[in-house]
Each structure stands twice: as structure tokens, then as C-alpha cells.
């Protein structure tokens, strides 16, 4: 059956502003287990609408019980399709994600609504929906129900990032646009501690 999950975010920035940081979210402090983004395919219509899609590549904790389950070796990156559409005569961005390996084990897909609150000019309304299945026989309802709280947990920081790229944006510090790629420092100094995707 699945599992299903739905929220609604009134965000105090107006659509266009959400929408440059949506693009311009990663990195951020709150997504550390998203490890990159690159841009696949990206068009703009007959109809003015902005077509995209994006692969991004995450970690994949698994639970305690679930390593005592599956293998060792199994993949702990997971790689997740965005498709978008962004509509700028209407005011609306929608996205649909979807995971592209582990399915067996998960399979997560979302969809987000951005549009502008018409009521509202100056707010922004998100609608966020996600469906969570599993075909692991008979372990399907824990991992579902494992799957639904990391993804409760997972859209709040994804709030909180969104937040932190608005921010910038708001500030002036926009820094580098995150689908460019930054060389590695050739060696770290002797401060730096090596990151931690958990």
C-alpha cells in the first residue's frame, strides 16, 4: 500500500525570489548528505516555460536493523532524477523527484508545488506531497515507516537550506551558483576535518 505524506509551507518571499533559491541551494549546512547536482537536459518551450532535469547524488543511511539485514557492500549513494517546470506567467515551479536505484528496497517520489499566494504577492505557497513504497516481502511496513520519518525529517532541513539560500540571496551573498563546479583545494590545512555525509 505505501505510505503517503503531505504538507503545506507558506514561505514569507515572493515567487520569483523563491525561485532563484531553489536553484541556489546547495550546498547548504542543512543538506550535507546531498553530494552533487548536475543538470541533465534543460530547455525553455514554445510556451515560455523552463524545463529542466537534474540528477542528484546522496547518501543512504540505513538503519541498525536494516545493515544486520542487507548486505555490506550494497551502495550507500543514492541517485535521485528532479524534473521541473517553471512557468513564469502563472508564478509556478513544479518538481517531481524520484530515486533511480534501491528501488526494491524504497522507492520515494515527491512533488512540490511553488506558486505565488495571489492573496499574498510578497508570500509564496508550497505544496509538498511524497509517496513512499517498499517491496522488501514482509519487512515492507517497518522500512515504510522508516522511510517516512527520514523523510520528515529530511524536508524540514530541506526547509531550513531553502531558508539559507533565501537568506544569502536577501543579503547580497550569493556567492558561486552551486551547479558550477569548484576545483578541490590540493591539500587541506591542518584545521580542516574531513566531512562527515551522515
Not at 522511510?147 to 532541513?157: C, E, I, Y
Not at 533565501?166 to 558550477?180: A, H, I, N
Request: hydrophobic share 35%.
Amino acid at each position: 500500500m505505501g505510505r503517503y505524506f503531505h504538507s503545506e509551507v507558506d514561505i514569507k518571499s515572493p515567487w520569483h525570489q523563491v525561485l532563484a533559491a531553489f536553484w541556489q541551494r546547495y550546498p547548504n549546512p542543512y543538506s550535507t548528505h546531498v553530494l552533487t547536482e548536475d543538470v541533465l537536459y534543460r530547455e525553455v518551450t514554445s510556451s515560455n516555460h523552463l524545463v529542466s532535469r537534474r540528477l542528484l547524488t546522496k547518501t543512504n543511511r540505513l538503519p541498525g536493523w536494516a545493515e544486520r539485514v542487507f548486505p555490506a557492500h550494497m551502495a550507500r549513494a543514492v541517485y535521485v532524477l528532479e524534473d521541473s517546470i517553471v512557468d513564469p506567467q502563472a508564478h509556478t515551479l513544479i518538481t517531481e523527484t524520484w530515486n533511480l536505484n534501491h528501488n526494491t528496497l524504497m522507492t520515494v517520489v515527491e512533488r512540490c508545488l511553488f506558486e505565488e499566494d495571489h492573496a499574498r504577492s510578497s508570500w509564496t505557497k508550497l505544496k509538498r506531497e511524497a509517496w513512499i513504497s517498499s517491496a522488501v516481502y514482509g519487512l515492507a511496513r517497518p522500512i515504510q515507516e522508516f522511510g517516512l520519518a527520514r523523510f520528515k525529517s529530511n524536508q524540514a532541513k530541506a526547509m531550513r537550506g531553502l531558508e539559507y539560500a533565501l537568506s544569502k540571496l536577501q543579503t547580497g551573498d550569493q556567492g558561486e551558483s552551486s551547479e558550477k563546479h569548484k576545483p578541490l583545494p590540493s591539500q587541506p590545512t591542518s584545521n580542516q576535518k574531513p566531512k562527515q555525509f551522515v
